[in-house]
């Protein structure tokens, strides 16, 4: 009778620990899937990144386009800002000449079914793009569709800029001012040409520049007075400050543009060399983790 009084004596005493072991066994086998660094390769906590966001006026946040994390992380964020004041929401992902068809349905004039109808909308957009959208109609805030119609863009790298030449005056609307500014030693760019080898001309650098210009042009344009703006895109286009980030730059230097870039690497325990700098926030992103697509 006294050894089992002490075996329930002892056993009591056990459980708490025996708790916190399995809790630690538990908490041993989840493993992380993403971690952020600052430019220098230094790991930022969720808090500072969050704070770091709050401070600017515009941020970009550069995508894989089918990076589940970077995705959710989006939605995270613009959950995040849209609860600190004024907002706009803007993305690469949908064309200039569908604001009017964006805005019916942000308005509830038309449902999901017509705006995947109307709209060119990407062949991820259910799953990567619609909860930021629904995320805009919910809380009442505008997205802006802020790239160039794909012709254009297709005009240019088969012909230049001298192709908008002939793009008639009411269409110039869905794209920046004519003419296009355009620095060609960019280094993205020139990386760009390099990365194509035979399949890439100078023609196909500038297209990516018209698209850069006019994602810049329309963020400008619906940035509003204390407010800020989240915009998404490729991360090629805001990488190193580059691409859209010169375009702002050269507009509004005054302008607190903070980027983030999204890369992928098999581990995470420090920033790659080759993407120090790339932005002022970098999401590492485990290669390990399945596309969205």
Not at 115 to 133: G, M, Q, S
């Amino acid at each position: 009778m006294q050894s089992h009084f002490a075996f329930h004596r002892l056993t009591k005493r056990a459980l708490p620990v025996l708790a916190i072991l399995c809790t630690g066994l538990v908490t041993a086998q989840v493993l992380p899937n993403y971690a952020l660094f600052d430019g220098n390769g230094r790991k930022v906590s969720h808090k500072r990144f969050q704070r770091t966001l709050g401070e600017a006026d515009v941020v970009l946040f550069g995508e894989l386009h089918n990076n589940s994390i970077a995705h959710w992380l989006q939605l995270e964020v613009a959950k995040d800002l849209a609860d600190r004041g004024p907002l706009v929401l803007g993305a690469e992902m949908i064309e200039a000449d569908d604001q009017a068809t964006l805005d019916r349905y942000l308005k509830g004039e038309i449902d999901q079914a017509a705006f995947d109808t109307l709209a060119r909308l990407w062949k991820n957009h259910p799953t990567d793009y619609a909860p930021l959208v629904d995320l805009a109609k919910e809380r009442g805030l505008p997205f802006i569709a802020t790239n160039v119609p794909r012709r254009y863009a297709r005009a240019v790298n088969r012909g230049g800029f001298e192709a908008l030449d002939t793009v008639p005056e009411d269409e110039r609307a869905w794209i920046a001012p004519l003419p296009i500014a355009f620095d060609p030693e960019l280094p993205q760019y020139v990386n760009m040409l390099t990365m194509m080898g035979d399949h890439g001309s100078p023609d196909m650098v500038k297209a990516q520049a018209l698209k850069d210009a006019t994602m810049a042009h329309f963020l400008l344009m619906h940035l509003q007075e204390g407010g800020r703006f989240l915009h998404f895109n490729g991360t090629y286009h805001s990488d190193f400050h580059e691409g859209i980030g010169w375009y702002l730059q050269q507009a509004r230097p005054e302008l607190n543009v903070v980027t983030i870039a999204t890369v992928t690497a098999e581990q995470l325990d420090r920033l790659p060399d080759e993407d120090r700098e790339r932005a002022d926030i970098i999401l590492v992103v485990d290669a390990d983790v399945p596309g969205s697509y």
